[in-house]
């Protein structure tokens, strides 16, 4: 794991393969932002955007004043059904918050990188971000594609291309320590 944050900017190539699960990393460049409406129009009509080495940003940002004002992200486990043509047309990078399916970290492997940003801090990461322009408008403010340009937003790499997840990592954690918490207050062993 890297101790100080490695310097990305998007369109996103192969050096997103050498990262690991844990790395931080501040992000610069332009992302779009897509959540459930945006991944079901861009099925059906297809990508406004050259998806080769894109970012998706799972988030429904607050825009007003042609600025960003808030863009937390969003649970990004609800487009674990929807990301994997986006993988396969190039996509390099999904930022959102929770981290995603076993689907998901399987169309990764090799191709790209899931990366984690605290629920909760819209306001800091609208701190870095510019506003570019936005695709499909008419599905409304929080499902729209915001074409947002990024100054150093920090992140955390929470799914890399070999298939390790920090997310999977913490659930199997968690899971160890609830059995032995459970096993030696049943018994009565401390």
């Known amino acids: 794991m890297s101790t100080r944050p490695v310097q990305l900017r998007t369109p996103l190539g192969e050096e997103v393969l ?8 501040e992000l610069s460049g332009i992302v779009y932002t897509a ?20 970012v998706i940003y799972h988030c429904g940002p607050v825009i007003q004043d042609n600025k960003v004002i808030a863009a937390g992200p969003t649970t990004s486990a609800r487009m674990n059904e929807l990301s994997g043509f986006l993988i396969e047309k190039g996509v390099r990078g999904l930022i959102g ?9 399987e169309q990764l492997r090799g191709k790209g990188v899931y990366f984690a940003f605290t629920g909760g801090c819209a306001a800091l990461a609208s701190s870095h971000m510019f506003l570019k322009g936005v695709f499909y408008e008419d599905l ?14 920090p992140l955390v790499v929470g799914i890399d291309a070999h298939g390790n997840d920090i997310f999977e990592a913490a659930r199997i954690n968690a899971g160890k320590v609830f059995r032995s918490y459970s096993a030696t207050t049943c018994t009565g062993r401390q």
């Open 18 to 25: 050498a990262l690991h699960a844990g790395d931080r990393v």
């Open 35 to 54: 959540r459930d409406e945006a991944h079901l129009r861009m099925q059906e009509k297809g990508i406004p955007f050259d998806p080769r080495g894109a």
């Open 97 to 105: 918050k929770g981290g995603m399916g076993e689907n998901v970290r």
């Open 140 to 153: 409304g403010m929080a499902e729209a594609i915001w074409v947002i340009e990024l100054d150093r937003l």
